[in-house]
């Protein structure tokens, strides 16, 4: 048990760490006058690599942890009802930055203030359901 806790702590760091950065980078990716990093030619390996190659599968690797580790312990309390629910607004955050990094790949215009700030709002998520699962308040 401890290793499979381990592994779920391991990838929520690797999600949490790659959506932060991964805000950040489409930010800078959508401004008008982009860094030359954010060249047309290294917007897709960028962008793309970051959410495919690292958020996507550390948000898997982190959700199919945390259910098994919730399978093995069984009891339900109401405050991992409660971080159930920010996973899934996690989970909402997660899509967001999939959703920018397509429309700046197709250099649509950003309309997506919301966008952005569902993404920015996955950190104050984060630090919510660390808070729930270190404290159990309830």
């Known amino acids: 048990m401890p290793w499979l806790k381990l592994l779920h702590v391991s990838a929520v760091i690797a999600w949490a760490g790659s959506l932060f950065y991964l805000t950040i980078?489409?930010?800078?990716a959508s401004r008008?006058?982009?860094?030359?990093?954010?060249?047309?030619a290294h917007r897709r390996t960028l962008l793309r690599g970051l959410f495919v190659g690292v958020a996507t599968?550390?948000?898997?690797?982190?959700?199919?942890?945390?259910?098994?580790?919730f399978m093995l312990y069984g009891p339900l309390a109401p405050w991992l009802i409660v971080k159930l629910g920010v996973v899934?607004?996690?989970?909402?955050?997660?899509?967001?930055?999939?959703?920018l990094v397509l429309r700046i790949e197709r250099q649509e215009s950003?309309?997506?203030?919301?966008?952005?700030?569902?993404?920015?709002?996955?950190?104050?998520?984060?630090?919510?359901?660390?808070?729930?699962?270190l404290r159990k308040p309830f």
């Open 110 to 133: 950003p309309w997506t203030k919301l966008a952005y700030l569902v993404c920015g709002l996955s950190l104050l998520w984060f630090a919510t359901i660390a808070w729930l699962a």
């Open 88 to 99: 899934g607004l996690l989970v909402l955050g997660h899509a967001s930055c999939g959703m």
């Open 25 to 28: 980078a489409l930010a800078l």
């Open 32 to 40: 008008e006058t982009s860094p030359a990093v954010f060249s047309n």
């Open 57 to 69: 599968p550390a948000a898997l690797l982190a959700i199919a942890s945390g259910t098994a580790i």
